[in-house]
């Protein structure tokens, strides 16, 4: 199976701020990466797919990037509601599988 | 919009079969262009994909899960389901269906999960 490890695993910020998160993949996945945000208590949703495709109705704060073993989503411009946690997945290979998840907190 | 929901008891005696439904609106479960897939989330930690039911019975599933998971489809009621034998401790978590687009291989609709706890 793909592991895919995110970092960091928690990070504080404010309002406003620009955020990075980065997710490495154990062996080179191309481009199948995908982003989603889980505001709890809520079901996660699909920010990103395919590393850069913003979903229909995604703010254009969220972008992502790399290829390979190394991707980053960034925020641009932190609001209130991305007080969240964010996965990555891969979607290279059967089973599929996420990062660990990155916490945002509020600084 | 497709909405998904997810039912089904909420306890489960430990060594006992877990079985949830996903009833799936604004969508057809025998929609060609979808997989239907289930993951679970434990109590503050991550997701874990279980498997995937698509083109009205054809399964996947992830091999740790092998020999105790079932995926299964009703057309009729646009439902698919979810059963899990012999579970333990280890399979408390939330349990989320979701419409995954085949051939590319994400999720981009789920269900609100539903909590499913062992215990005896």
């Known amino acids: 199976d793909i592991q895919m490890t995110q970092s960091p695993s928690s990070l504080a910020a404010s309002v406003g701020d620009r955020v990075t998160i980065t997710c490495r993949a154990s062996q080179s996945i191309m481009t199948y990466v995908n982003w989603y945000r889980q505001q709890p208590p809520k079901a996660p949703e699909l920010l990103i797919s395919r590393t850069s495709n913003l979903e229909t109705g995604v703010p254009p704060r969220f972008s992502g990037s790399g290829s390979g073993t190394d991707f980053t989503l960034t925020i641009s411009s932190l609001q209130s509601e991305d007080f969240a946690t964010y996965y990555c997945?891969?979607?290279?290979?059967?089973?599929?599988?996420f990062g660990q998840g990155t916490k945002v907190e509020v600084k | 919009q497709v909405q998904l929901l997810e039912s089904g008891p909420e306890v489960v005696k430990p060594s006992e079969t877990l079985s949830l439904t996903c009833s799936v609106s604004?969508?057809?479960?025998?929609?060609?262009?979808?997989?239907w897939s289930w993951i679970r989330q434990p109590p503050g930690k991550g997701l874990e994909w279980i498997g995937y039911i698509f083109d009205s019975g054809t399964t996947k599933y992830k091999s740790s899960f092998t020999g105790r998971v079932t995926i299964s489809v009703d057309m009729s009621k646009n439902q698919f389901s979810l059963r899990l034998t012999s579970v333990t401790a280890a399979d408390t978590a939330v349990y989320f269906c979701?419409?995954?687009?085949?051939?590319?291989?994400?999720?981009?609709?789920w269900g609100q999960g539903r909590l499913v706890t062992v215990s005896s």
């Open positions: 979701a419409r995954d687009r085949a051939y590319e291989f994400f999720f981009d609709s």
């Open positions: 604004g969508d057809s479960v025998s929609n060609d262009k979808y997989y």
């Open positions: 997945q891969q979607s290279y290979s059967t089973p599929r599988t």
